[in-house]
């Protein structure tokens, strides 16, 4: 059994649900179902009890958890040794970061220096226009963006912050004097065009193409960083969502930041290249699945 499929296992017996797995694990779910169907063709009994209400663990599931839970623990114990000798070298990481987040994930970076003394981390900033470029040139070993990433040649690590989303607005705007706004709000304002190179799945989930009503949410002027986007917004050009992180640490003259109630959260995650995986990218990753999200 290969080292992700005892993770499958282990946290499919954990969650005891295909989905909430595959979601952990950022994995898709036809890939939880193949890995346990392998597994219980190899031993030649079930796993688990499936029904379309509930998943449980059978008598054998039950007994291999016990005992590989025991062999993953022994495993990732011996990888976390050795790879805190291998990083003692003194290796340190670029993160790409959106405005204040590497502040926002101090927390996070001084447990990592602590676990791996001779780790260390540096910053830069992320384009929202090209968000991955960076990362594929290796300018940046891993950067911190929000959900969902969908790049085939890209890792999509631990999620590291959670925050409510926000909406920048003249501080003139009439929304500005009801003090909220929703999402159908936008279809009745533009907001910035990141331009052609921010792959669309990626912007739309921070800025929705069209409403919940399904009407379409008009996009323009381009803007391709975050300070051209809050110009555009205090010259009453357009309006823009942003991650609350935006309105903690700023708070420019002519702009006002309202709550959006009706829009999801969001979640940051660590994203590397997955051809430029190291020692160092997956101790950080293991901090960041073992410190838990950040919620702002």
Not at 190 to 202: C, H, L, S
Request: proline share 7%.
């Amino acid at each position: 059994m290969e080292l992700r499929d005892i993770e499958i296992f282990l946290t499919l017996a954990e969650e005891l649900h295909f989905g909430r797995t595959a979601e952990r694990l950022h994995v898709s779910q036809a890939r939880v179902s193949q890995a346990i169907r392998t597994q219980e063709r190899r031993i030649g009994t079930a796993l688990f009890e499936r029904t379309s209400r509930r998943v449980q663990l059978t008598p054998v599931g039950r007994r291999l958890r016990e005992d590989l839970q025991q062999v993953h623990d022994l495993l990732q114990a011996a990888l976390a040794r050795a790879e805190g000798a291998g990083l003692s070298a003194g290796q340190t990481l670029k993160i790409g970061v959106f405005g204040h987040a590497g502040h926002e994930l101090r927390p996070l970076f001084e447990t990592f220096r602590t676990r791996y003394p001779g780790s260390g981390v540096t910053f830069g900033e992320v384009n929202g226009a090209d968000p991955f470029n960076a990362l594929r040139s290796g300018e940046h070993d891993v950067n911190v963006l929000w959900l969902p990433v969908l790049e085939p040649d890209l890792t999509v690590g631990p999620t590291v912050l959670t925050g409510r989303r926000l909406l920048a607005v003249a501080t003139d705007h009439p929304l500005a004097q009801r003090g909220f706004a929703s999402l159908e709000d936008l279809a009745d304002n533009r907001v910035v065009d990141f331009g052609p190179d921010a792959p669309d799945y990626w912007v739309a989930s921070m800025v929705p193409t069209h409403t919940p009503q399904g009407r379409r949410i008009p996009r323009g002027p381009i803007a391709r960083t975050f300070h051209e986007i809050l110009s555009l917004v205090a010259s009453g050009q357009c309006v823009h969502p942003l991650g609350e992180l935006a309105a903690r640490y700023n708070n420019p003259p002519g702009i006002a930041f309202l709550p959006m109630p009706d829009a999801p959260e969001l979640q940051w995650a660590l994203i590397w290249r997955s051809t430029a995986d190291s020692a160092a990218i997956r101790a950080l990753a293991r901090t960041a699945a073992d410190f838990g999200p950040i919620q702002l």
